[in-house]
């Protein structure tokens, strides 16, 4: 998921106060319920039960992916937080992110986890892990700057189609490249290049169905796959969408939902990957969204 940085050069789940387009290039290839926990990751509901639908005395799990983990999230360059649901076209407000950044850092990308914590990565490199509850935040002890990553575009993909178990996949601002980051030393770790191709700053998204997608802002603005074991591009599509002063997207019931910001405010466009047609469904938001993510619950079908 992610936005325009100009301080410097859906099949699902994507900064400063502004973000520019960045490198060029060309591509390749074919409520509040309850209390959110850092330590464990899991949020209580209303009904006692933990975010990833297991019970707090062990009992099996009812439900792995409850409503809120089927959404879109998004951050906005003036630190607020929003829920996205694509098949309403609302948003609403979820709260205002108060980060540890020293009040010199904004937010940059993002990325949501399966167990309900969203991941933020601000334009100084640092990650803070935030509650789609509430949006209340903790810093992570993760180290900027790892193999010369210090922003990027991110996103949780399943590591087989259906799986719960998920990789946290990180795309270099800088057209490194992908990356992976693991979730519990929070060490990164490069996957590789993404072979021929040369398709500068990117957003990652993925799916449940184990597929990741990047939305790069070279012009034409460009929508590609990408095998997350090896990072070669498998094909891409062009997009009619202009990323402006800010850019992220997300996968969601089939589509790609591409959040850019041509005229000074964002606007949302549901993008058909198959067909590469754009249809712009949202104008005028009145923020900018610099970060998208969603994880790997949300469906990847279109709703009946």
């Given at each position: 998921?992610?936005?325009?940085?100009?301080?410097?050069?859906?099949?699902?789940?994507?900064?400063?106060?502004?973000?520019?387009g960045?490198?060029?290039?060309?591509?390749?290839?074919?409520?509040?319920?309850?209390?959110?926990?850092?330590?464990?990751?899991?949020?209580?509901?209303?009904?006692?039960?933990?975010?990833?639908?297991?019970?707090?005395?062990?009992?099996?799990?009812?439900?792995?992916?409850?409503?809120?983990l089927?959404?879109?999230?998004?951050?906005?360059q003036?630190?607020e937080?929003?829920?996205?649901?694509?098949?309403?076209?609302?948003?609403?407000?979820?709260?205002?992110?108060?980060?540890?950044?020293?009040?010199?850092?904004?937010?940059?990308?993002?990325?949501?986890q399966?167990?309900?914590?969203?991941?933020?990565?601000?334009d100084?490199?640092?990650?803070?892990?935030?509650?789609?509850?509430d949006?209340?935040?903790?810093?992570?002890?993760?180290?900027?700057?790892?193999?010369g990553?210090t922003t990027?575009?991110?996103?949780?993909?399943?590591?087989?189609?259906?799986?719960?178990?998920?990789?946290l996949?990180?795309?270099?601002y800088?057209?490194?490249?992908?990356?992976k980051?693991?979730?519990s030393?929070?060490?990164?770790?490069?996957?590789g290049?993404f072979?021929?191709?040369k398709?500068?700053?990117?957003?990652?998204?993925?799916?449940?169905?184990?597929?990741?997608?990047?939305?790069?802002?070279?012009?034409?603005?460009?929508?590609?796959?990408?095998d997350?074991?090896?990072?070669?591009?498998?094909?891409?599509k062009?997009?009619?969408?202009?990323?402006?002063?800010g850019?992220?997207?997300a996968?969601?019931?089939?589509?790609?939902?591409?959040?850019?910001?041509?005229?000074?405010?964002?606007?949302?466009?549901q993008?058909?990957?198959?067909?590469?047609?754009?249809?712009?469904?949202?104008?005028?938001?009145?923020?900018?969204?610099?970060?998208?993510?969603?994880?790997?619950?949300?469906?990847?079908?279109?709703p009946?």
């Amino acid at each position: 998921m992610r936005r325009l940085l100009l301080l410097a050069p859906l099949f699902l789940f994507a900064c400063s106060a502004s973000k520019d387009g960045g490198g060029g290039g060309t591509l390749g290839g074919d409520d509040t319920g309850g209390g959110f926990s850092f330590d464990t990751g899991t949020t209580l509901g209303d009904g006692g039960f933990n975010l990833d639908g297991s019970a707090p005395d062990g009992l099996p799990p009812t439900d792995s992916c409850p409503e809120e983990l089927k959404l879109v999230y998004v951050v906005t360059q003036g630190n607020e937080l929003y829920s996205f649901a694509p098949a309403t076209l609302s948003f609403v407000k979820i709260g205002d992110l108060s980060c540890p950044s020293g009040g010199f850092a904004n937010p940059f990308s993002m990325a949501v986890q399966r167990n309900g914590t969203a991941w933020v990565l601000y334009d100084d490199g640092n990650i803070f892990h935030v509650s789609i509850k509430d949006a209340s935040c903790k810093k992570t002890s993760y180290v900027p700057g790892q193999s010369g990553y210090t922003t990027f575009g991110m996103a949780f993909v399943s590591n087989s189609p259906g799986s719960t178990d998920e990789t946290l996949y990180v795309a270099g601002y800088e057209g490194q490249g992908i990356a992976k980051i693991d979730t519990s030393t929070l060490k990164l770790t490069e996957v590789g290049t993404f072979g021929g191709a040369k398709p500068g700053s990117g957003e990652l998204t993925g799916t449940g169905e184990a597929r990741m997608f990047g939305f790069f802002s070279q012009t034409p603005a460009t929508v590609a796959e990408i095998d997350p074991k090896t990072s070669k591009v498998l094909g891409t599509k062009p997009s009619a969408v202009t990323v402006g002063s800010g850019w992220a997207f997300a996968h969601w019931g089939g589509s790609f939902w591409l959040f850019t910001a041509p005229s000074g405010t964002s606007q949302v466009d549901q993008f058909d990957y198959a067909a590469g047609t754009d249809k712009t469904v949202r104008k005028g938001l009145g923020y900018v969204i610099v970060g998208a993510g969603v994880s790997t619950c949300a469906p990847t079908k279109p709703p009946k």
